[in-house]
């Protein structure tokens, strides 16, 4: 907390006589009065602000601001001329107060100067009727906007330390507020945290996984409701996001902001089930998925149980076992193949980059492993889901070469 100290103030030729002074209190409420109508008169954003209690709060606080300053004024020369503690701290919590508010410090600034202002010419007019001479009323005039400054500053403090106190507390509160809907928090409890850290429930949550290095922009470009959960766990370089009500058209959108971010974005889910919209994302970020996973189902489905899908494959590809590896390997390519092109040998000469007479000797050599079972629905359905998704060690042949013979000897 920033707490400006009350400093020396000038008054070196400063001798208000105590006649002057008691004239100038007894007018205070009367000035103070007039401070207010004209603040509220030139800053618009205070109109409302001075009705009901809060009005009669901050006509206190003028009143009090010029009492200390009278105050401060009817000292002798050569006491120690600083700001009145009350005066301070009546500035300070006007700041904070401000502040809470959701007022800036220009209005507040404003208002000071306007207070400066009147103060100024209705108190210097009862110091010349009390007979003030020329270097007294000086004075006056330069303790007056000194003082001025000192309480501008001790609003300004108040104002800053609210926003980072409001800021710091509110931080914690959405932290709580994801941690609650990422762990799937029953509804009563995600509720209570929404409310306490003043977060409107939206209809949706998507959950987006994006490297720090590109959370800011992320940020500037999705709602501001959007929640920065912190970093994924087992990832220190990539943060989560909860980003509200991003289905629909919204969701175009969002991927147009993500794309080439390195990000990846869950499904949009009723809030209530963002859980599910995170672990969804968490699945596609480990499996090195990016931008939509809505994209990569297949792949999330047929990986969603790695130890079922690795009995499959063994099951589905038992009549290869016995056959030497370079040609299950190229078997098992033109089986996959073969299947998503609807057995067309064209197309799947084409995305082998083999002849089409290579693919006829090699689905005849696949039909003298499996037989009639080709034909069979239930074993085109295994093999489909076994060959969905290519392990490491079916990609060399057709995956790092460039030459179509290069990658088939058959050729």
Partial sequence: MVRREPRQL???????????VAAMRAELPAVAEHVVQTIVEEV?????????????????????????FLTLAAGRRGVDLRTPAPAMEGAYQLGRGEARSERTTDALLAAYRIGARVSWRE???????????????????????AYIDELSAASVAGHTDELATTGRVRARMLERL????????????????ADKADWNLPTTLTAVL???????????????????????????????????????????????TLRGRGAVAGPARPWAEARTSYLRARRA?????????????????????????????????????????ATAEKLTETL?????????????????????QTVRYRLGQLRDLYGDRLEDPATVLRLTLALGVAEPSDQPASDTSAGGSARDPEH
């Fill in 285 to 325: 970020h480990a499996l090195g998925l990016r931008d939509d996973t809505e994209a990569h189902l297949p792949e999330l489905v047929l990986t969603a149980d790695p130890e079922a899908l690795a009995d499959l494959r063994a099951q589905a590809l038992a009549p290869l076992a016995d056959v030497r590896p």
């Fill in 178 to 193: 994801a941690r609650a809907l990422l762990d799937g928090s029953p509804e009563d409890a995600v509720v209570d945290a």
């Fill in 336 to 356: 996959r193949s073969w299947l998503l092109h609807q057995g067309r040998r064209e197309d799947v000469a084409a995305d082998l980059f083999v002849h089409p």
């Fill in 44 to 68: 618009p954003s205070y109109e409302a602000a001075f009705d009901g209690p809060m009005g009669e709060t901050i006509r206190n606080a003028v009143q009090l601001a010029l009492g200390g």
């Fill in 210 to 256: 994006v490297p720090r290095s590109q959370v800011r922009p992320v940020l500037g470009s999705v709602p501001a409701a959007t929640i920065d959960a912190g970093e994924l766990p087992g990832a220190e370089d990539v943060d989560v996001l909860l980003v509200p009500d991003a289905h629909g058209r919204a969701r175009g959108a969002l991927l147009r």
């Fill in 123 to 145: 108190m210097s007019s009862r110091a010349v009727a009390a007979g003030l001479d020329g270097e007294t009323l000086a004075a006056f005039a330069e303790l007056v906007f």
């Fill in 10 to 20: 000038p008054a070196a030729a400063l001798r208000l006589p105590a006649e002057a």
